[in-house]
């Protein structure tokens, strides 16, 4: 069964400080790696995405890092916020050899954020 | 544009009892995807619709769940009869395209069997 190993399970870090989530995938249909950010109550929302042409893609103050080799993609916030407190998910599309859909995701177990003032 | 919505946002019922999910996606939106969250667990896909047809239902656990979308417009998941371990938050999420498209996901439904 095809999965994505995310770590840490939790991670709490103070208040302008990086935090940095690992997600470790198989194989997959197509490069496409988006992570989640859910706070409680609400349905995960996307956080960022990042496409097969590019290692690296930054928005603000949130990194995703990809090594294609190492099947590895990393999320990092930087000057951490207490309002970025909130689960995140790592995902990777299904693979065909997994009996994937092509487009369903495969999601990491989560990461529980606590940004501490 | 409103956001994929999902229909009740809480449900409790009974071992052996019928409860039907609802979820409307974004207008437009072909795709629909249903996925689950068992506590403490990942998110785990359930089926996946293009239009009004079961492009994959891979993921369902058993013959007790049954997907419809009814006129490639909302969609309805079944559970029938329902077991403790049906237990978890139900999300719906909508995508324009299958590949490399952004999957938008509703607040979910919690499901709760006693």
């Known amino acids: 069964q095809q999965q994505v190993k995310q770590s840490p399970q939790s991670l709490i870090v103070q208040k302008g400080g990086i935090s940095i989530i690992n997600c470790a995938y198989e194989n997959t249909a197509f490069d496409y790696f988006p992570w989640y950010q859910q706070f409680p109550g609400k349905g995960p929302a996307l956080l960022i995405a990042?496409?097969?042409?590019?290692s690296e893609k930054k928005e603000g103050r949130f990194t995703i890092s990809f090594n294609k080799s190492a099947k590895q993609f990393s999320l990092h916030i930087m000057d951490s916020q207490p309002g970025d407190s909130a689960t995140y998910f790592c995902a990777a599309p299904a693979s065909r050899n997994y009996g994937g859909s092509q487009g369903n995701l495969i999601f990491g177990k989560g990461t529980k954020l606590s940004v501490k003032p | 544009e409103a956001g994929v919505t999902q229909f009740p946002s809480h449900s409790v019922i009974e071992k052996g009892q019928t409860v039907t999910l609802r979820c409307d996606p974004i207008?437009?939106?072909?795709?629909l995807y249903w996925y689950r969250r068992v506590m403490g667990k990942e998110i785990k896909f359930l089926l996946h619709f293009v239009k009004e047809s079961k492009q994959d239902e891979s993921g369902m656990p058993n013959n007790r769940f049954l997907a419809e979308r009814t006129g490639g417009t909302y969609s309805t998941l079944k559970v029938q009869p329902a077991e403790l371990e049906d237990s978890g938050v139900y999300f719906c999420?909508?995508?324009?395209?299958?590949?490399?498209?952004?999957?938008?996901f509703g607040p979910g439904t919690r499901l709760t069997v006693t």
């Open positions: 999420a909508s995508s324009q395209r299958v590949y490399q498209s952004t999957q938008y």
């Open positions: 207008s437009g939106h072909d795709n």
């Open positions: 990042i496409r097969p042409d590019v």
